[in-house]
Structure formats: structure tokens, C-alpha cells
């Protein structure tokens, strides 16, 4: 290859690369760590706290049901040599239903949880978006990016957001709060 080639050939390198990298060098990006902010902002605390009760409100229930079944187990294993077979066999399958019962009332417990927590996040959610959406606008960043969901491995401190987006939510809150109508 002669020197003119290569020159040449390096010069449109160069000519092809440097656009892009001017490109990448203006593009901004940051990362929130929306868990965080969701454990953190005002509103998030307080739907774990009634998520929590709850959740404590069923675990009690179920329980006291499952207290329940291991009495109504341990009598029928007492009694059970003074009962003829066919009685035995009626009581197991009776004792056997109650906890089939009982294991379809624990499942159908998790979905309602899994639901009350999905209706209790939505609002926090879409409104931590549209906060995140106006810090990315005024600071006019190409990528937010979700820290854990993202493949983010390292990332400096000074590109996470979420403390900002916290504040901004609380800060909101008392804001709304503030400018609401008062009763005369």
C-alpha cells in the first residue's frame, strides 16, 4: 500500500468517525434507580405502610385458620383408634378438603396482593415518569436509563438522578398541597 493510499484511506476514517464522535460527546444521559425512589418518595412509603397492613391483616388470617387445622389434625390422630375405618377415612378427607381450601385461599391472597400492589404503584409511578421526563427535558438528556433493569454495571455518581427525582416528587406533593382550594 503507498503512502498516498494510506493517507488517503486514513483520512476518510477520520472524516467518517469524527461526526459520530462529536455526536456522542453532546448526547447526555443518566440513570434513576427507580426502586429506590419508589421505597423513598412520600407516597411510596405510605402504600408499603397500607400494603404492609395489609398483607400482616391476611398472614393473621390465614394462620389463625392454619392454628385451626393443625388442632382439628391433632384430635382426629388422638381419636382415631376409637373410630371405626369408615369414619376415619370421612374425617381425613374432610380435614384433607379444609386444607386444600386453605392452600386456594393463601394463593387467591398473593394475587390480591400482587394487584393492590400493582393499583397502589400505578399513580406513583406514572407521576415518577413524568418527573423524570421533565428532569430529562430541562436538562436536556438523550437516555434515562433504569439502573437495575438497564445492564448498567458501573455508572458514575453524578449521572444518577434519583435523589433529584425524589425531591422533586416530595417537593410537588407539599406544592399541590399548598395551592389547593381551602374551605371557607
Given at each position: 500500500?503507498?503512502?498516498r493510499?494510506?493517507?488517503?484511506?486514513?483520512?476518510?476514517?477520520?472524516?467518517?468517525?469524527l461526526?459520530?464522535?462529536?455526536?456522542a460527546?453532546e448526547?447526555?444521559?443518566a440513570?434513576?434507580?427507580l426502586?429506590?425512589v419508589?421505597?423513598?418518595?412520600?407516597?411510596?412509603?405510605?402504600a408499603k405502610s397500607?400494603?404492609?397492613?395489609?398483607?400482616?391483616?391476611?398472614?393473621?388470617?390465614?394462620d389463625k385458620?392454619?392454628n385451626?387445622?393443625?388442632?382439628?389434625k391433632?384430635t382426629?390422630?388422638?381419636?382415631?383408634?376409637?373410630?371405626?375405618?369408615?369414619?376415619?377415612?370421612q374425617?381425613?378427607?374432610?380435614?384433607?378438603?379444609?386444607?386444600?381450601?386453605?392452600?386456594?385461599?393463601w394463593?387467591?391472597?398473593?394475587?390480591?396482593?400482587a394487584?393492590?400492589?400493582?393499583q397502589?404503584m400505578?399513580?406513583?409511578?406514572?407521576?415518577i415518569?413524568?418527573?423524570?421526563?421533565t428532569?430529562?427535558?430541562?436538562?436536556?438528556?438523550?437516555?434515562?436509563?433504569?439502573?437495575?433493569?438497564s445492564?448498567?454495571?458501573?455508572?458514575?455518581?453524578?449521572?444518577?438522578?434519583?435523589?433529584?427525582?425524589?425531591r422533586?416528587?416530595n417537593?410537588?406533593?407539599?406544592t399541590?398541597?399548598?395551592?389547593?382550594p381551602?374551605?371557607?
Amino acid at each position: 500500500m503507498s503512502l498516498r493510499t494510506t493517507i488517503a484511506a486514513t483520512a476518510a476514517a477520520l472524516s467518517l468517525a469524527l461526526p459520530v464522535a462529536a455526536s456522542a460527546a453532546e448526547l447526555k444521559v443518566a440513570y434513576v434507580d427507580l426502586q429506590k425512589v419508589m421505597l423513598e418518595v412520600d407516597d411510596g412509603k405510605a402504600a408499603k405502610s397500607r400494603l404492609q397492613k395489609w398483607l400482616n391483616d391476611r398472614q393473621k388470617e390465614i394462620d389463625k385458620e392454619q392454628n385451626a387445622l393443625r388442632a382439628e389434625k391433632e384430635t382426629l390422630d388422638k381419636q382415631a383408634s376409637a373410630m371405626s375405618a369408615e369414619i376415619k377415612a370421612q374425617k381425613e378427607a374432610e380435614l384433607q378438603r379444609k386444607v386444600m381450601v386453605l392452600a386456594q385461599k393463601w394463593e387467591k391472597s398473593r394475587a390480591e396482593a400482587a394487584n393492590k400492589e400493582q393499583q397502589e404503584m400505578k399513580p406513583i409511578i406514572d407521576k415518577i415518569d413524568s418527573i423524570i421526563n421533565t428532569i430529562a427535558e430541562r436538562d436536556d438528556l438523550g437516555f434515562v436509563l433504569e439502573r437495575r433493569d438497564s445492564g448498567i454495571v458501573y455508572a458514575r455518581s453524578l449521572h444518577d438522578i434519583s435523589n433529584e427525582v425524589i425531591r422533586a416528587y416530595n417537593s410537588s406533593k407539599k406544592t399541590a398541597a399548598k395551592d389547593a382550594p381551602t374551605k371557607k
